[in-house]
């Protein structure tokens, strides 16, 4: 066999840092801050829908696009942002959010494309461009006065190129927690219409702002709804991120295309589960408000916590995840740092640089999830006390 198998453009990415912390978690008994995801269950209701799904005979291939009532659901669901998807020809159910980007991005850029990635960029954006044969470019965050981040719209507009095809964009925004203002999204919006570039907007984070923001879904803006993939789904909002339920909100002629390539990575999946998360949509919103509400009582604690503890942390406006710089504690490298925490201090985090092109601008961040029961986050910040 030809020697190395894995062909050159996916040569990055054999292992993801989720993974590997996890394991590395498991294997110290650490207190595990690394992968985002909650240890509690979602609303009793859905998994009730759930099982009745599985136990009643509901155990094949759903429809291509999704099961109908969960489309129904998603475009109810999408009308709480004032815009209105035809279940129909502008909703597509994917396996996860995950599935979601990647098939968009199959379907919509290619070798000499050009996709626009904020940084740090959530993991699987880097393969799925490379698995489409485009080329990203990266924008940064640049840290405000008040230390909140933003993006840099003098790099963005630098960015682009006759060659550009698209933007990806997420906010509520992860590692980093940045939930991106109103005046940035209208120029991004801006510069998407004026360079008739789509959009395709992560958005799994959807629900979880705090502080009293408001999600604004870029589609939402001036001539945004046609050029815009807009992905989001279950498992941030309901707590069921190993159920794989997301999907896609956009015009009948880009679901079409985006529908072409899922349709032959995976075709359909969790025919079982999407009744459920239907139902969830329909009617557990209240449950993801008491969620979202001890989210930021979280957020809080860890980050408190952590500065007790001496780092330096960093604001978070939303999403599962804070993040502090380690150079308080006398650490330079948070990589070097993290990949022996859990042995050193029994708790695990992810370094930020992993996720950008530019390790050195962000090797002081560690990112921690705070998605975790209280006694959890307290056990960890116990530990992480005696760190140095
Ligand atoms: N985008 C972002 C920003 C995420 O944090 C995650 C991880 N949950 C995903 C996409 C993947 O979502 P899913 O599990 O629905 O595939
Ligand atoms: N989205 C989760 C995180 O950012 C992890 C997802 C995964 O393990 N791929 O931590």
């Given at each position: ?35 985002g995801f909650p240890d509690t269950d979602g609303p009793a209701g859905m998994l009730e829908t759930a099982k009745n799904s599985l ?11 999704g099961r109908?009532e969960l489309r129904?659901a998603i475009?109810r669901h999408r009308?709480r ?12 159910v994917t396996a996860g959010a995950t599935?979601a ?71 509520p ?30 958005e799994v984070y959807e629900h979880l702002v ?5 999600h ?15 992905i989001s789904s279950a498992g941030k909002t309901f707590n069921c991120t190993g159920w794989k339920i997301g999907w ?21 999946s969790g025919?079982p589960l999407q009744p459920a998360v239907a139902y969830a949509l329909d009617n557990e919103l209240e449950w993801v408000e008491n969620l979202r509400a001890s989210l930021?009582?979280k ?19 939303g999403t599962y ?50 998605c975790k ?16």
């Open positions: 066999m030809r020697e190395p198998a894995l062909v050159p453009r996916l040569r990055p990415f054999t292992s993801t840092v989720f993974a590997e912390m996890t394991a590395l978690a498991v294997r110290h008994d650490a207190v595990n801050l690394g992968q136990f009643g005979g509901d155990n094949q291939y759903p429809p291509g696009p109908p129904a475009s009308q942002y004032g815009a209105s998807y035809d279940p129909d020809t502008e909703i597509l599935e980007i990647a098939a968009s991005l199959i379907a919509l850029t290619e070798a000499g494309d050009e996709v626009l990635v904020v940084e740090p960029y959530y993991d699987s954006y880097a393969a799925a461009v490379a698995m489409a044969g485009a080329q990203r470019r990266v924008i940064g965050l640049v840290e405000t006065e008040n230390g909140q981040l933003e993006l840099d719209l003098d790099a963005l507009r630098d960015a682009i190129t006759p060659k550009t095809r698209a933007m990806l964009l997420n906010s925004h992860n590692p980093t927690g940045t939930v991106f203002s109103r005046a940035q999204l209208e120029e991004v919006a801006r510069l998407c219409v004026e360079h008739d570039l789509i959009a395709v907007t992560d705090f502080d009293g923001a408001e604004l879904p870029l589609a939402s803006f001036p001539g945004m709804r046609e050029r815009t993939v807009a896609i909100c956009s015009t009948p002629e880009l679901v079409a295309a985006v529908k072409a390539a899922k349709q032959f990575i995976t075709f359909v025919g930021q009582e957020r809080d604690r860890l980050s408190a916590g952590l500065a007790d503890a001496g780092f330096a942390v960093r604001p978070s406006a995840f804070v993040t502090a710089d380690v150079r308080p504690l006398g650490f330079a490298d948070a990589a070097e740092l993290a990949w022996t925490l859990p042995e050193r201090a029994g708790v695990a985090a992810v370094p930020v640089k992993v996720f950008t092109d530019h390790p050195d601008e962000w090797k002081h961040l560690l990112r921690f999830a705070f029961r209280n006694e959890v986050i307290d056990e960890a910040v116990e530990r992480l006390r005696k760190l140095v």
